[in-house]
Every structure is written in C-alpha cells, then in structure tokens.
C-alpha cells in the first residue's frame, strides 16, 4: 500500500484523482489502509499528498460531497 500510495504522486493529476476517487468509493478498509499509510509517511510526502487530495477536492475528481473529507492527512 505505501508503494502504491506514493506512486500516485508521480502520474498524471487527472489519473491519480481518478484513482483516489474509486479508492473512496471502495471505502472501509482501503480508506483506512490509506489514511494509515499516510499517517506514518515522512513530512515531505503527507505535504504532497494533501496538496493532491484537496486540489482534486476543490474543484476535480474528489469534489462531490460524498468525495470530501474522506482521505485524511495529518498536518506536517
């Protein structure tokens, strides 16, 4: 899952914010999962990561109410 995670952020935005928004659809345990992994990566990739995730927040792939809020990255 870490691998996976981090994969996202080399590929193209409109792809990866299509895969966090079927990773949101799945729910449950691949959004904990997610949101764990997340939890204990370095500074430098949970920036990057809510820097993606509320980019396709705002006005993208994750921006529907049943897409927000739904990933969670701890502050840097």
Sequence with gaps: MAQAASDLLDIPKDN????????VDVGGVAVNS?????GVAGPGIRSR?????????????L??????????IPRV
């Design 49 to 61: 990561f809510r820097q993606l995730i509320e980019f396709h927040e705002s006005a993208e792939w």
């Design 16 to 23: 990866s914010g299509n895969i966090l928004m079927i990773l």
């Design 63 to 72: 921006s529907d109410e049943n897409h927000r809020n739904v990933l969670m």
């Design 34 to 38: 997610f949101n764990e992994v997340l």
